[in-house]
C-alpha cells in the first residue's frame, strides 16, 4: 500500500537532491567564494539613506 | 479543567450572525463553521517553502532530506551576511535624546474639517499621531484617518524634487517659469486660475488675498470633492453664504439622521459626545436617541436606536412631511416659510410603520431645543434644506452654524473647464487637488486643460492632474509644514515635526515667491509671514511659543450664526413633494479608506476592513437583499452599472439593511498613479451629476449581471466563532429590569492554581453601547505596533495581520437588521489556551497578567493559533516587513519589534507602554497612576469605548467598569479567564417600537 503511495522516483530524487545541492553551494560559497557554474549576483545597491534633520523653529510638548 | 453547564439548559442567545450564508445556514455557511480556517489560509507543508505538494512522502525519504540538510543549514547560518552597523551621533541635534519620544502639537485638515493633533517622533521621526488634548472640542480624540496620514509622509511615491517637463529640475529654472508665466498672464490680463482645497487657515486666506491683490485677473476654486456639492448649495440657498455645521451631541436627547453619517470616524468631537451619552452606568442615567432614515446602510445607521430605510431621493419630502406636522402641533414656522405643496400626513413608504412616524414626531416635539436634525452632505440638496428648516423650528441648541468660506461645486469647476476650453486662461496652477479625477467628464477637462498654454502643480505624489502639467512642484507633507486653522473655541497652530526628506517646499511658500515675482517686494517665507500675523493677533500675555507647544489659542466662539431665510423653503419643498423613488438611485460616498481618493495611495487605510461590509483594497457595488434577489445577483457576482453612458464592470456584495432600490457606491478607488492606489478598485466619479443638487443621488441607474465573479477581499467572515454567545446588546427596558439579559453564567472549577499578581493585573473593559465601529482603534493599533500590511491576495485567504478587528454582528431581518460592533483583540487569558499547548514556550503569562509572546523563540508551529478560543493570533505566512527600505521603514516604532515570516504575533496590550510608564514612575519613586497608561487602541478610540488599566488597584476606572452590571465577558465558560472585559450594548428604542421590545426612555 506504502509503495504505491509513493511518487515516482525521479520525483523523489529530485526532491532529495535540490535541498542539499543549494545549501551546499550556499556553504561552499562562503569559504571559496562564488562556486562555477552560479549566476553572478548583481551588486548591491548602495541604500538611500535619508538625513533627517530636526524642525526649525518648533517647539515640543514634551520629550 | 472542568466546566459545570447550567442546570436552566442551553444558553438563550439571540439570534446574531455575520453574513447572509450565516443567515440562510447555508451548507457553505455549515461547512466554514467546521473549518477554523479560510481554504488556502494555512497551506500544506511544503507549500510554505514554495515546492510542489509531496503526496505519501515517507518517513525514509524525510530522514534522509534532514540529515543531509542540517549540517548544511549550520555552515549556512554561520553566514555574516545580513549585519547592520550602529553608529552613535557624532553631533547630536539638540533636540534628540535617542531612546526618547519628542511630542509636537501640531493640525492638518481633511476637507473643510480640522484636526489638532499631537505628532510623537523618535529620533527625528515622525511615528504616531494623536489627537491634541489641549483642544476643547476634541480633546485629544482623532480620525483613523488623520493616524494613517503619518504613513504618507514616508510614502516612496513622493515627488523628491521639481520637474519641467517631464525632467527633474532646480527650484530656480521651474519657479522662473511659472513667474514668467504668471507676470505674461498680468500684463496681457489674461485670466489665472487657481485650484486649491477647502480654505480653513486665516493665514492662508490672508495669503490668498494678497496674491489676488498682486494678481488681479487671479480667479480662485476651492474644490473638496467630498465635501457634498448638495449641502453647498442648500447652505446658500437657506442662509446666503456658505456654512459648516458642527453638531453638539452633548446637548442633543433626540437626534435624526436624514442619511449623515456623523459617526464614522471623521468628526472626532461628535463621537465623542456620542461616547459620553452612551457608556451609561445604570439605567436610571439620561440616555439620548438616534432616529436613522438613510438608503445606504452608514455606522451611524448601525449605530441607531430606530433605523428606517428610506430611498435618499425621498428624503427632503419626509422631513418636510416632519416640519409640517410639527407645525400643526403648534412648532412656529420661520417668517415665510411656505410648505403648501407638502401634503401632512404619514408618507406612502411609512405607512407600514405609522407607529414609528409618531413615535418620531412626538420625540422631535417634546425635545424641542434638544432635539437635532443632521443632514449627509451627499443627499440632495432639498434634504438639506428641510433639515435646515426643521432645526430653525426646533431652535436646536445641538448644533452650531457657522460661516465658512466657500467651495466650488461641479457646476463652478464645469464653467471653469469651458473657460479653459475657450482660451480664457493663460495659466492654471493645481495645487493639492486633483481634478483631472474627480470631474465627472474626465475626457472634458482633460481636453480643456490641455489648452491653457503653462500648468503648474503643486503636490506630492504625481497624480492624474499632475500627468498634465509642465511644471511639477513638489509639496511639503503637512508634518513638515507651517500653517494655522480656525476651530471652534481655539485658533490652531501647525508646525513642522521633521525637517523636509526631500527637495520640497511648502505650498505657500510657492506663492509667496510668485507674490514677490509679480508685485516686486518680498513678505519672507510663510513662517515669517505666519509669525507676523499671530505676533499682531495673540492675545495680551501669551507668546507665540507657547501657543506652538499648546498648538492652539483658545478663543472665546465669536461667529454669530447667519440668519435661516425661510423663503427659500418653497421651492425645495415643491421639488421635495414631486420626487419619486423609482427604479434603482445610485448614491456617491466617499470611501472609507480613500476619502475624495487622496489616501489612495495609503496601504493602512485600503487594508482597515471597511466598518460596514469589511471589504478591504476595493470598492464594490452594495446592493439590497431584495434587489440582489430580483436580479438573480450573488455576492462577488460581476455586474455592470450603467449611467447617463458610463458603464462600469463591478463585484457585488449584497448589504442586508440596504433600502430596496439603492445602490451604493465608493469613491476615491480606481487611481491610474501611485504604486499602491493604481488599480485598486473602478472610479465612481464619472458616475456623478452635473446638477450639484443631486451630484451624489442618481436616478436612472441600470444593473444587470456582467458574468464572472470576483473573489473578495473581505474580512466578515475570517475567524468565525460558530455562533456562540459572543455579543450582547440589551434595550434601555432590559437594562433596567435584567441587566444580564437573562443569562447565566456557568459555574468554573479548574483543576489549575489561581494566578498570583504581586504588583499589577493589567485588563481592559469594551463598552459595545459606545463603540461605534469606527475603526480608529484599528489604524492607531497599527501604526503603534508595526503591523504588516498583507495585501489584498493574502486577505482573501483570510491572513490579514490586524492585532486588533471590529467584528460586526447583525440580529433580527435581512431587510433591517440591529447591529452591535465588537473590537475583538488578544484577551490575555489568566489560563490562556495557546500558552499551554506552545512547545517552546514562546508564549507565556507575565507576573503582571499579560499574555506575551518571545517572538525571537517562536518557531511558527501555530499551535496557538489553532487553540486560541478568540482566533486572535496572527502568523507571518510571508516575509511582509524585511524587504522594505527607507524611506517605508522610517514609520517603524523603534519599541515594537518588527516580525519576521514563520513568527506568531498578536495584541500585547502595548507592553512598550507599560514599560515606559513603569520606568517613569520607579525614576520619580512613585506608583503608577490610574489612566497613565494608555494603549494605542485606547488613545485612539475617539468614543472612549476602551479603558485600559490595574485590576489590582479598587480605584481604578477599569476596575469599576469590571463590577459593572453589563459586564460580561466573551465566552467565560470556556474558562480561559480572559482579562478583557466588555459592557453590553444598548439600544434605546421607544416604547412597542418595531421591534417590540419597549422602553420608557424616551424624551
Known amino acids: 500500500m506504502a509503495a504505491q503511495d509513493r511518487r515516482p522516483f525521479t520525483d523523489r530524487l529530485a526532491a532529495l537532491v535540490a535541498g542539499p545541492f543549494l545549501l551546499g553551494q550556499r556553504a561552499l560559497a562562503l569559504q571559496w567564494g562564488e562556486s562555477p557554474g552560479s549566476p553572478p549576483e548583481p551588486p548591491p545597491e548602495p541604500p538611500a539613506r535619508l538625513s533627517l534633520t530636526p524642525p526649525e523653529h518648533a517647539i515640543k510638548r514634551r520629550g | 479543567m472542568k466546566t459545570r453547564l447550567p442546570e436552566h439548559g442551553p444558553l438563550e442567545t439571540p439570534r446574531f450572525w455575520r453574513t447572509l450564508e450565516e443567515r440562510i445556514e447555508s451548507p457553505e455557511a455549515q461547512s466554514a463553521a ?19 505538494v509531496q503526496q505519501g512522502f515517507s518517513r525514509r525519504d524525510f530522514l534522509g532530506l534532514v540529515s543531509a540538510t542540517a549540517a548544511l543549514a549550520a555552515t549556512v547560518g554561520c553566514d555574516r551576511k545580513g549585519q547592520g552597523t550602529v553608529v552613535p551621533y ?12 519628542n511630542f509636537y502639537a501640531s493640525a492638518w485638515q481633511e476637507g473643510r474639517r480640522v484636526y489638532p493633533v499631537l505628532v510623537k517622533t523618535r529620533e527625528g521621526r515622525p511615528i504616531h499621531i494623536t489627537g491634541n488634548d489641549e483642544h476643547p472640542g476634541t480633546k485629544g480624540k482623532t480620525s483613523p484617518r488623520t493616524m494613517a496620514d503619518v504613513l504618507r509622509l514616508y510614502d516612496p511615491d513622493r515627488l523628491r524634487a521639481p520637474k519641467l517637463d517631464g525632467r527633474i529640475q532646480n527650484w530656480a529654472e521651474v519657479e522662473s517659469r511659472l513667474h514668467a508665466a504668471l507676470v505674461a498672464a498680468k500684463g496681457a490680463g489674461q485670466s489665472v486660475l487657481l485650484v486649491t482645497g477647502a480654505v480653513t487657515s486665516p493665514s492662508r486666506k490672508a495669503l490668498l488675498a494678497d496674491l489676488k491683490a498682486a494678481l488681479p485677473t487671479l480667479e480662485h476654486l476651492a474644490l473638496e470633492p467630498a465635501a457634498g456639492d448638495a449641502a453647498e448649495e442648500a447652505s446658500r440657498a437657506c442662509f446666503g453664504q456658505a456654512v459648516q455645521i458642527q453638531p453638539r451631541l452633548d446637548r442633543a436627547e433626540v437626534i435624526l439622521s436624514l442619511g449623515a453619517d456623523f459617526l464614522n470616524g471623521d468628526d472626532p468631537e461628535a463621537l465623542g459626545a456620542w461616547g459620553a451619552k452612551r457608556r451609561l452606568k445604570h439605567a436610571k442615567d439620561v440616555i439620548n436617541r438616534l432616529w436613522v432614515l438613510e438608503g445606504p446602510m452608514t455606522l451611524t445607521g448601525t449605530n441607531a436606536d430606530v433605523r428606517i430605510p428610506v430611498a435618499p431621493s425621498r428624503l427632503g419630502a419626509l422631513a418636510f412631511t ?76 445641538a448644533l452650531t452654524v457657522r460661516p465658512a468660506e466657500p467651495l466650488a461645486t461641479v457646476k463652478d469647476l464645469e464653467a471653469a473647464a469651458k473657460g479653459m476650453a475657450g482660451g480664457r486662461y493663460g495659466t492654471v496652477v493645481f495645487w493639492d487637488v486633483n481634478p483631472a479625477f474627480t470631474f465627472p467628464g474626465t475626457t472634458t477637462w482633460k481636453d480643456a486643460v490641455a489648452k491653457v498654454p503653462f500648468r503648474a502643480w503643486i503636490g506630492q505624489v504625481e497624480d492624474e492632474t499632475a500627468a498634465q502639467c509642465q511644471a511639477l512642484l513638489p509639496e511639503n507633507h503637512w508634518l513638515e509644514s507651517w500653517g494655522d486653522f480656525w476651530t471652534e473655541g481655539a485658533d490652531v497652530l501647525q508646525q513642522p515635526t521633521v525637517g523636509t526628506l526631500y527637495d520640497t517646499r511648502q505650498g505657500e511658500d510657492i506663492l509667496l515667491g510668485a507674490i514677490k515675482a509679480l508685485s516686486g517686494h518680498g513678505l519672507g517665507n510663510y513662517h515669517a509671514f505666519l509669525l507676523d500675523r499671530w505676533q499682531r493677533s495673540l492675545p495680551a500675555g501669551t507668546a507665540f511659543e507657547q501657543a506652538l507647544h499648546d498648538g492652539l489659542v483658545k478663543v472665546a466662539a465669536k461667529a454669530t450664526p447667519p440668519p435661516f431665510k425661510g423663503a427659500s423653503v418653497a421651492p425645495a419643498a415643491r421639488k421635495a413633494a414631486a420626487s419619486r423613488a423609482d427604479g434603482l438611485e445610485l448614491v456617491l460616498f466617499p470611501g472609507f479608506a480613500t476619502f475624495d481618493g487622496r489616501h489612495g495611495n495609503n496601504s493602512w487605510l485600503q487594508e482597515t476592513p471597511d466598518p460596514i461590509t469589511k471589504m478591504t483594497w476595493d470598492n464594490p457595488l452594495s446592493l439590497s437583499v431584495q434587489d440582489a434577489k430580483a436580479l438573480g445577483i450573488q455576492e462577488g457576482d460581476f455586474v455592470s452599472l450603467s449611467l447617463d453612458g458610463t458603464t462600469l464592470k463591478l463585484p457585488a456584495v449584497i448589504q442586508p439593511g440596504q433600502a430596496k432600490g439603492v445602490l451604493s457606491l465608493a469613491l476615491g478607488y480606481g487611481r491610474g498613479t501611485g504604486g499602491v492606489a493604481k488599480g485598486v478598485g473602478l472610479n465612481a466619479y464619472p458616475l456623478m451629476g452635473l446638477d450639484p443638487a443631486s451630484a451624489n443621488v ?68 469594551i463598552d459595545l453601547a459606545a463603540c461605534t465601529g469606527c475603526s480608529a482603534c484599528v489604524v492607531a493599533c497599527q501604526s503603534e505596533n508595526n503591523v504588516p500590511v498583507v495585501g489584498p491576495e493574502q486577505v482573501a485567504k483570510g491572513r490579514e495581520m490586524h492585532w486588533i478587528r471590529i467584528d460586526r454582528y447583525y440580529e433580527g431581518e435581512l431587510e433591517n437588521p440591529k447591529v452591535v460592533h465588537q473590537p475583538m483583540l488578544c484577551q490575555h487569558c489568566d489560563s490562556a489556551p495557546c500558552e499551554n499547548v506552545c512547545p517552546v514556550n514562546a508564549t507565556n503569562h507575565s507576573p503582571d497578567g499579560l499574555n506575551q509572546m518571545a517572538y525571537n523563540r517562536c518557531v511558527g508551529t501555530r499551535y496557538c493559533a489553532n487553540n486560541c478560543p478568540y482566533k486572535v493570533r496572527r502568523f507571518n505566512f510571508l516575509e511582509y516587513t524585511a524587504y522594505k527600505t527607507e524611506p517605508e521603514t522610517l514609520v517603524n516604532n523603534p519599541e515594537v519589534t518588527v516580525r519576521p515570516r514563520g513568527v506568531m504575533e498578536k495584541c500585547s496590550f502595548c507592553v512598550q507602554r507599560i514599560q515606559d510608564v513603569k520606568i517613569r514612575a520607579k525614576g520619580e519613586g512613585r506608583s503608577i497612576l490610574d489612566g497613565e497608561v494608555t494603549t494605542a487602541c485606547m488613545a485612539g478610540c475617539p468614543a472612549d469605548a476602551i479603558v485600559f488599566g490595574d485590576l489590582k488597584d479598587p480605584k481604578s476606572k477599569v476596575a469599576q467598569l469590571v463590577a459593572a452590571s453589563r459586564a460580561y465577558r466573551v465566552l467565560e465558560e470556556v474558562g480561559a479567564k480572559p482579562a478583557i472585559t466588555y459592557l453590553a450594548d444598548l439600544k434605546n428604542p421607544p416604547l412597542n417600537a418595531a421591534s417590540n421590545r419597549g422602553g420608557h426612555h424616551a424624551h
Not at chain 2, 467546521?34 to 497551506?43: C, K, N, S, T, W
Not at chain 2, 553631533?91 to 535617542?98: G, T
Open chain 2, 698 to 765: 442618481r436616478q436612472g441607474v441600470r444593473l444587470a449581471k456582467a458574468g464572472g465573479r470576483k473573489e473578495l477581499s473581505r474580512t466578515q467572515s475570517h475567524h468565525r466563532m460558530e455562533g456562540r454567545d459572543l455579543v450582547r446588546s440589551l434595550t434601555m427596558d432590559e437594562f433596567e429590569h435584567n441587566p444580564k439579559g437573562h443569562r447565566h453564567m456557568p459555574e468554573l472549577v479548574s483543576l489549575y492554581e489561581e494566578q498570583k499578581f504581586p504588583d499589577h493585573k493589567w485588563g481592559m473593559v
Open chain 2, 90 to 101: 557624532t553631533k547630536r541635534p539638540v533636540e534628540v535624546v535617542p531612546g526618547v519620544a
Open chain 2, 322 to 397: 416632519l416640519a409640517k406636522e410639527l407645525a400643526a402641533k403648534g412648532v412656529p414656522l420661520p417668517a415665510g416659510t411656505d410648505l403648501s405643496s407638502i401634503s401632512a400626513g404619514v408618507p406612502a413608504e411609512l405607512r407600514e410603520a405609522s407607529k414609528l412616524w409618531a413615535d418620531l414626531l412626538q420625540d422631535l416635539h417634546h425635545a424641542g431645543r434638544k432635539a437635532v436634525v443632521l443632514c449627509g452632505a451627499q443627499m440632495p440638496a432639498e434634504a438639506h434644506q428641510a433639515a435646515h428648516l426643521l432645526n430653525a423650528m426646533l431652535g436646536s441648541e
Open chain 2, 34 to 52: 467546521q473549518d477554523e480556517f479560510l481554504p488556502g489560509a494555512v497551506p500544506s507543508f511544503d507549500d510554505v517553502h514554495g515546492l510542489p
